[in-house]
């Protein structure tokens, strides 16, 4: 009986940090479509405020631009991602100079997008329009390079 | 004085025969209406409505193998007359609204041995394409605001490159040109889209000029201006097409830089008093443009040395076009056509009915820098209701007095919209044909005689759209007796959209 009770509280122990696990540890999934052939790798960026956006990332990823399957996706996922509201940021760094290149008048010359394929004229879009919700099972989103 | 043998003249005075009984044949028909000239104004666009489809030509293409002459076309005169301009204003429900927006157009006019070919590509660009697959227009234009419009990622993603050409290597390379974003590079034979022009990795993307100047040594200058930047690119390129030099210099009153101009040592800009109010995108927005009545206009004057930059003011006015600039004992000389109504003027250039109260015209002005007081002065000299001027190419940043320029002439009316005559000037001397009131005319270029460096030897030549046929007709000047007339004319049996700038590629 101890011993059940005893191997209730440690189940139970076990069960709270699970939940506790599964608050505090969703994956993001994020897929990047329309990628480029060739050099280069795929930069993402999380952001979970307005004000930072999309200057200060509070949690980023990368991968090779090789990784592109055939429809010319890559699949990056950024975990331990808390529950709540989100943007994110991505670009093809084709130069391998580790930042969204420019030409002399501050325009990308690398292709970038945003979630929800939010798009600001010749900017970047608000927060509000490229934030999604993370609930705590984890969200699997997709967005374009361009 | 040029004296035209027998042939030649009795040629031109059959055909000013044929255009005077043209003409009068038209105004009998069409009882003339008030609004004639932008009826056929919107009316050249209308064949090029909606989705990419064949044109009125043989084999169902914008061509034609064999252009029928009037007069003789000069054996001499060899080589290509390309020209551009805004041609498709209509795709599934929507609608352009003003002349510069719509999708690029070249036509080439091929002259050899006497005969001439004509050959008209809509270009291929990756905004045309993308919205050919959507069926209808998705991006907000200059003057056109576009409801539901999809967000502006990059100029060269609205870049419609419908403004004027950039034949380099003695014309094996050719560039189409818009003025927010790339060349797009086209085949000179095919006129078919290659891509956008990246003359560096800094310039990427960058806006490229509709107006860049080539120095006598093939050296290419341009620059590029961005609403709101405060700054404009420098780009010099060598005659091989490799980037030399690339500055940005800051640019207080640069919102919109058509034109600029060079001499000797020095870039030539007049910034006008033309603001893009805050929050304007940088591409378009025709709507967002305030005139500053109070402020001058800028002289900007840039060391090709060093990019050191002087500035001076001239009174209150606005600009599109430069002629030729030189220098001149400590001075800088130039040519502009100068608007007192610049704003009102560009508003009025709409679809379907431009208007253009002639008041609204600009006036030939010219300019005088002093290089040692740092002051610029200018003088009208009597030249009204002109655009478009021209000159002698070879001598680009020097010394040149022969000049060509349109002009409105008025006699059609107040209201009238569109260009009428052909204007030579040298000096105070100024010789002048008028089509009539039944021709809208459109840019017309000095072409030297091969192998002659001497000033006006050579020939005139420049399309004209008649408004009671509709049809499209290139006129060929002798340089120093424009007055006479034609010397030949080449009837398309079809018109042109009424287009912008060209450029003539010698064979």
């Excluded at chain 1, 939010?118 to 509000?128: E, L, S």
């Excluded at chain 2, 020097?398 to 209201?415: K, P």
């Amino acid at each position: 009986m101890i011993k059940n009770l005893s191997q209730a509280a440690r189940l139970m122990a076990l069960a709270a940090l699970a939940l506790q696990g599964a608050a505090h540890a969703a994956d993001i999934t994020v897929v990047v479509g329309n990628v480029q052939q060739g050099t280069g790798t795929i930069m993402l960026g999380l952001f979970d405020n307005a004000q930072s956006f999309p200057k200060t990332i509070s949690k980023g990823t990368m991968a090779q631009a090789s990784e592109r399957d055939a429809a010319g996706q890559v699949r990056l996922v950024l975990h331990d991602v808390a529950p709540g509201d989100y943007a994110v940021s991505a670009y093809q760094d084709l130069n391998g100079d580790g930042k969204l290149s420019t030409n002399m008048m501050g325009l990308p010359t690398e292709p970038y997008g945003f979630s929800n394929n939010a798009r600001g004229a010749f900017g970047p879009p608000a927060f509000k329009d490229a934030a999604f919700t993370v609930p705590a099972q984890g969200v699997t989103i997709e967005l374009q390079v361009k | 004085m040029h004296t035209p043998h027998f042939a030649a003249a009795m040629a031109r005075r059959q055909l000013l025969k044929s255009l005077a009984i043209g003409g009068l044949a038209s105004v009998a028909g069409s009882g003339f209406a008030a609004d004639a000239s932008s009826g056929a104004f919107a009316r050249s666009f209308a064949p090029l409505d909606g989705a990419l489809h064949a044109g009125p030509g043989e084999g169902g293409q914008w061509a034609v193998a064999d252009i029928a002459i009037t007069g003789r076309l000069p054996e001499a005169l060899r080589g290509t007359l390309y020209r551009n301009g805004p041609a498709r204003f209509a795709l599934g429900s929507t609608r352009y609204q003003h002349w510069f927006d719509g999708d690029g157009m070249v036509q080439a006019f091929r002259l050899q041995g006497g005969k001439a070919s004509y050959r008209g590509q809509l270009l291929r660009t990756p905004k045309l394409l993308e919205e050919e697959a959507a069926g209808r227009f998705l991006y907000p234009a200059f003057g056109t605001p576009m409801a539901d419009a999809a967000p502006v990622r990059s100029a060269d993603a609205v870049n419609p490159a419908n403004i004027n050409l950039l034949p380099m290597q003695g014309g094996k390379s050719l560039y189409a040109l818009w003025e927010a974003g790339s060349a797009l590079q086209i085949d000179p034979d095919t006129l078919a889209a290659q891509g956008f022009k990246a003359w560096s990795p800094e310039t990427q993307g960058a806006p490229f000029s509709a107006h860049p100047r080539i120095a006598p040594d093939g050296t290419v200058w341009n620059f590029g201006y961005s609403a709101h930047s405060g700054k404009l690119i420098i780009y010099e390129i060598a005659p091989g097409g490799q980037l030399r030099r690339q500055t940005l210099l800051d640019a207080p009153q640069a919102d919109m830089v058509h034109d600029f101009a060079i001499t000797e040592n020095h870039l030539v800009f007049l910034l006008m008093p033309l603001l893009a109010k805050p929050g304007a995108p940088p591409v378009g927005s025709l709507d967002r443009y305030e005139w500053q009545a109070q402020a001058p206009m800028l002289v900007m004057l840039v060391s090709k040395a060093d990019f050191s930059v002087r500035r001076m003011e001239l009174p209150n006015g606005g600009v599109f076009h430069i002629g030729n600039a030189w220098e001149d004992k400590g001075l800088i000389r130039l040519g502009y056509a100068r608007y007192t109504e610049f704003l009102p003027h560009l508003k009025g250039l709409g679809l379907p009915s431009p208007t253009a109260r002639l008041d609204q015209l600009a006036r030939w002005t010219q300019v005088e820098i002093n290089l040692a007081q740092g002051t610029a002065r200018q003088f009208d000299v009597g030249l009204a209701g002109v655009e478009f001027p021209r000159f002698d190419a070879r001598l680009t940043g020097q010394r040149s007095e022969f000049g060509v320029l349109m002009q409105n002439s008025g006699s059609a009316g107040n209201d009238q919209w569109g260009m009428d005559s052909v204007v030579t000037h040298s000096g105070t001397t100024t010789a002048r044909f008028r089509y009539g009131s039944d021709w809208i005319a459109e840019e017309h270029l000095y072409v030297p005689a091969p192998g002659s460096s001497a000033s006006a030897s050579g020939w005139v030549l420049g399309t004209a759209l008649q408004k009671a046929s509709g049809r499209t007709t290139l006129s060929v000047f002798e340089a120093d007796a424009i007055a006479s007339g034609p010397v030949a004319q080449l009837a398309l049996p079809f018109g042109l959209p009424l287009g912008l700038h060209g450029q003539f590629v010698t064979a």
